[in-house]
């Protein structure tokens, strides 16, 4: 190894931080859990302050010479570029992974992720900088993707292959409570300032704040991490090559089939996530013109029931198998998605059922949507697999949904909006049905 690669490698931080994390005692998977949540929280947050401000904020600020709803649809063609740029992110840091270690990976990743958030918060208005608004802003997004992709720790899969085995559905869930805590804690900043703050302050500098916190929470989130990822145990997989990052294309072309597989078994839930989070936010404020602070507190209502819906698929999980919640939860979504859009346009009380609901199906179907394949990788593929496939679910499930969904509704109607949930749920139903090795070890 010559000088420069010994110096940015991070082995020397993760044996050390093994002597003071994990000395004399093994690390429990309730330890782990803990890890994972403000991992993935702190990530969340940083997805859905972006994405409440593609609502709220963008289409005034970035992009003020258009309609509302075409400056909304430009904010949400932005916000897809993060999903684009995701796999590219795995690329670059499956390779610093590979030569200079996860501790070294996992520090740039963070830090991207933060500054360019963060760089987010010090954008220009168009009314200041005209175009170039949009553009910085573009380059930004793609930067938060690229750290996304390059976030992946392997920490989902740790706390699985450590889990009890009669517990698999209950820690499999455990990830996925990072969405609806992290979507919480974004609707209380943004309903913070919304509150307290005119309209004209909101939109010159209120709407910065969130952009602020989120490095802060981005650093207590990465000496988290870095505690785990350096524990013996997660050396030991490492050494087994059970977590060992394979090369990126060998993966891909290795195991295609799982990996397609694997990007369309979630497919359900992943549509569903947007149009339950970010598409209805911008709907009802654009079409029935009402006050965001009241939609805001509906779905963070919509948030808390997602989080008890979660619990309970891990608990459900554990007793029918997790195939069996996610191929359930996939046809309840196709029924939900034959009449709830409508709902949207049925004021207060139809609005509230609509979300109420989804978050519900939303949970059951999220909590065990990740890593419904990984088990079908051989070991020395897993950990690269794991993180290809899960940002090609992102990308086809989910990274599109809003502005796919806004674009049909408002030149189609709602109806529209159900028939591409509903493609989603077919497509989870066709992945689950045709993966028969799946079926096997997960039923």
């Not at 991992?39 to 600020?61: M, Q």
């Not at 795995?90 to 958030?117: P, Y």
């Not at 070991?379 to 940002?391: L, M, P």
């Amino acid at each position: 190894m010559t000088a420069p690669i010994a110096a940015s490698n991070s082995t020397p931080l993760e044996r050390d931080a093994r002597l003071v994390n994990a000395r004399d005692h093994r690390i429990a998977p309730g330890e782990i859990a803990i890890g994972v949540i403000i991992g993935r929280t702190s990530e969340f947050f940083d997805f859905f302050v972006y994405a409440l401000a593609s609502v709220l904020v963008f289409p005034s600020v970035v992009f003020p010479y258009v309609d509302a709803l075409t400056g909304t649809l430009y904010s949400f063609a932005l916000f897809a570029l993060a999903f684009v740029a995701r796999p590219f992110g795995t690329l670059l840091f499956m390779w610093i992974d590979r030569n200079h270690g996860r501790g070294v990976k996992l520090t740039i990743a963070l830090f991207l992720l933060g500054g360019s958030t963060m760089a987010i918060a010090l954008l220009p208005s168009y009314n200041q900088v005209g175009a170039l608004s949009a553009i910085l802003l573009g380059v930004f997004r793609v930067g938060q993707g690229v750290a996304l992709g390059g976030a992946w720790d392997g920490l989902p899969s740790l706390l699985s292959l450590n889990a009890p085995e009669d517990r698999r559905g209950w820690y499999a869930m455990i990830p996925q409570l990072g969405a609806p805590l992290g979507l919480l804690v974004a609707i209380g900043l943004f309903t913070y300032f919304l509150s307290f703050l005119s309209q004209a302050d909101f939109l010159s500098w209120g709407w910065r704040y969130p952009f602020f916190v989120v490095l802060a929470i981005n650093v207590v989130a990465l000496f988290a991490r870095l505690r785990l990822v350096a524990t013996p145990e997660f050396e030991r997989l490492f050494e087994s090559r059970e977590l060992q990052p394979s090369p990126a294309f060998e993966t891909l072309f290795g195991e295609w089939r799982t990996i397609l597989l694997g990007a369309f078994a979630p497919l359900a839930s992943f549509a569903l996530f947007h149009l339950v989070t970010v598409f209805p936010l911008s709907w009802v404020t654009l079409r029935a013109g009402e006050q965001p602070i009241r939609f805001l507190i509906i779905e963070a209502g919509g948030a808390v029931v997602g989080v008890l819906a979660m619990l309970a698929s891990g608990m459900i999980a554990d007793r029918v198998g997790r195939r069996a919640v996610l191929g359930v939860s996939a046809v309840l979504i196709g029924a939900y998605s034959g009449f709830a859009p409508q709902l949207l346009n049925a004021g207060g009380f139809g609005e509230t059922i609509y979300m109420l609901v989804g978050f519900a199906l939303l949970g059951l179907a999220f909590g065990q949507s990740s890593g419904a394949v990984n088990s079908s990788f051989p070991a020395q593929h897993r950990y690269t697999g794991a993180a290809i496939v899960a940002n090609s679910a992102w990308l086809l499930g989910a990274g599109f949904a809003p502005l796919a969904a806004l674009f049909l509704a408002s030149r189609f109607g709602l109806w529209s909006v159900g028939a591409y949930l509903l493609s989603g749920a077919v497509c989870t139903l066709a992945a689950l049905g045709i993966n028969k090795e799946f079926a096997r070890k997960q039923g």
